[in-house]
DNA sequence: TTGAAAGCGCTAACAG
DNA sequence: CTGTTAGCGCTTTCAA
């Protein structure tokens, strides 16, 4: 029973008729009530399935997209990629997946494999920076950020950077507007100082919004030592950080850990013993945050009586900590959604960037300094 | 700059050789030194990339693997997808991924999405039964599962089933043995009451083990009235469950929720509610133990003064919760890696099944009946 | 060692 | 409305 699939051929001689029917019956040409019928009898009979082989070779274009994730172990990314999925399955679109670990040459070794595989359009959370994409692009892939932005674009509000005219608000959600360039003055940002950054359309949160938020909420609850603790591809969000805080700020405050969930902890623990006297710390991502709990535990520093924290990411275990976490949620798997979706129409309207809101979300892990 | 890919052809002009020189040269064929050399500059001047699309067409089978989880957002399958992707990227072979939700329907849909993408190998945790399965692999896919076997395998051990042989130890770890029918019997529980269980090869986590120790552990504690908190795919689990429990056991405080998050609160809430009897929970997945920790915050019932907690799936928020939680572990990223190996050695020797070792972490979630 | 040629399954021109 | 035909980019006989 081990019979090879059906061909068009087969398809054809079996209903005698030429090849060209069958296709064109089966992709909704024209034929003759009878002729079609037909087809599609002796189609569905043979089990017949068109070979995306063959259709995409001879159009030299193939279906499907490819999405690039650091880390799937990041319940975060699990959510955009949900996301992306659904969206794809609604177009019958398959997806390649792969998985970085925020290291630019395993995302560009992906790029390749896409490229070989005909793949020519990507939803990645960008890794690399222009040296990775700026090839890809001009290989002629259609590519769509999401949830950050290459490492190399311009994110850094420096000492007294200009609000923009949007801050306030992420009003400008789902009325999508600009490419990556546009984005960064959407986003209240300065310009590139660099020459011309990469032209593609992005779906991020409105993290400058969100950072800003939470800075706020602890400024209110009296706190003035507040740490970033941060981890690849949270450059927007220091940024954010930085401008939310004003000048002068303090840069032992400013930590930085790569994508493990060890150099994470490391951080976090080396943040909370260089620096006691801080109050509050607002973290960049889930895993991170998920360090600081554990750092500050292990260290003896209770929250949010020794210390306060607000956390990037609205995970489902978020309401489980005790205290359960204040977080600045951001809508991971709409990112997803949104991201596939400008993919898709990229063919036809040039594809537009869009900002997410986010939202802060207090449960118990922040209190008054003390 | 637009340019189209390079392709043999133009390779072949641009070196003054044949196309066929280029395809032996580039896939390790003989040719004279010099040929070669040339043949590979201008391959590498050209940024020349074989098209995957025009070699699979040509050797009717396409490279890559499909694999299939119920929910990304589910840590546990994020770390098996890590898993496949290490194994499928050290192999050089594209992964299309599929999420489920669980739905037999979804799933059915995507193995044919994937037939017509000519991807014929495919890792799959099942939600769908012989049905789903059966013909798939009629029509020729090869197929591993992972972390359960389809619905419809017979996994119920009756009450009296008898202890197997290998009862007591995952001893088999690694030597790798079986296929799925095999595989029920190194579990210990009775061989298909059905017809012919589908011969496909799996690896699994030795729940038996697993959640006997749990049990075993719950016990020791004093508890005698432990429910089991499942749901789509844990059948296995609840069988363990069964047995170690012995009869009679309290169907009562064996309940099932589907995938969602709301049905697995609904289903914890409704358990601790139903049945305040209950001393100790023991939860076939993350989700549910989630949900469980949620329902009895939501009850007033202290863990583990009140119920205590054995969770399926070790996920570093297991340790944030307060108390920690106590929970059988199981190594997803070994799981996906093993079956991507498995998958990929298909071809050779005959895949055997394997069994992956559990270990019971104690942490703070259980305490001696009250 | 090398090149010419025959397709893999499909769609799109072009005739009939 | 329908059949024939020419490839898409590649590997693989089969000769030279």
Redesign the pocket.
């Known amino acids: 029973m081990e019979s090879?699939?059906?061909?068009?051929?087969?398809?054809?001689e079996a209903?005698?008729?030429?090849?060209?029917?069958?296709?064109?019956?089966?992709?909704g040409?024209?034929?003759?009530?009878?002729?079609?019928e037909r087809v599609l009898a002796v189609a569905a009979h043979l089990d017949?399935?068109?070979?995306?082989?063959?259709?995409?070779?001879?159009?030299?274009r193939t279906g499907g997209m490819g999405l690039f994730v650091p880390d799937l172990t990041d319940t975060f990314y699990g959510q955009l990629a949900e996301g992306v999925l659904a969206c794809a399955r609604s177009a019958g679109e398959p997806v390649v997946l792969g998985s970085t670990g925020d290291d630019p040459e395993q995302e560009a070794e992906l790029v390749g494999m896409l490229l070989e595989q005909g793949v020519d359009r990507v939803i990645a959370v960008p890794s690399g920076g222009t040296d990775t994409w700026g090839p890809a692009i001009k290989a002629g892939m259609t590519v769509v950020f999401a949830d950050r932005l290459p490492s190399d674009a311009p994110t850094d509000a420096g000492p007294g950077a200009r609000l923009g005219s949007l801050s306030g608000s992420p009003s400008d959600e789902g009325s999508g507007a600009a490419t990556v360039s546009d984005l960064m003055m959407l986003d209240g940002l300065p310009p590139a100082s660099r020459a011309r950054p990469l032209d593609v359309p992005a779906v991020l949160a409105d993290d400058r919004a969100g950072i800003r938020t939470a800075v706020r909420y602890l400024r209110g609850l009296g706190h003035r030592r507040i740490a970033f603790l941060g981890g690849p591809g949270h450059g927007r969000r220091v940024a954010a950080f930085r401008e939310a805080v004003g000048a002068p700020v303090d840069e032992d405050l400013v930590v930085f850990a790569t994508g493990s969930r060890d150099s994470a902890y490391a951080a976090a623990s080396g943040l909370f013993q260089s620096r006691p006297d801080l109050t509050a710390v607002v973290t960049g991502g889930n895993v991170l945050g998920e360090a600081a709990v554990l750092a500050a535990r292990e260290l003896d520093l209770r929250v949010p009586r020794d210390v306060s924290l607000v956390m990037y990411d609205d995970v489902p275990w978020a309401e489980l900590c005790s205290p359960p976490l204040t977080v600045i949620a951001q809508p991971g798997r709409d990112m997803g959604y949104r991201a596939a979706e400008l993919m898709l129409r990229a063919g036809s309207r040039r594809p537009r960037s869009v900002l997410l809101p986010t939202e802060l979300i207090v449960r118990g892990s922040c209190g008054p300094r003390h």
Chains 1, 2 share one sequence.
């Open positions: 090879r699939r059906a061909t068009i051929k087969d398809v054809a209903a005698g008729v030429g090849v060209a029917t069958v296709s064109r019956v089966l992709s040409g024209s034929a003759s009530p009878e002729t079609r017949y399935r068109p070979s995306a082989l063959g259709r995409n070779l001879r159009q030299r």
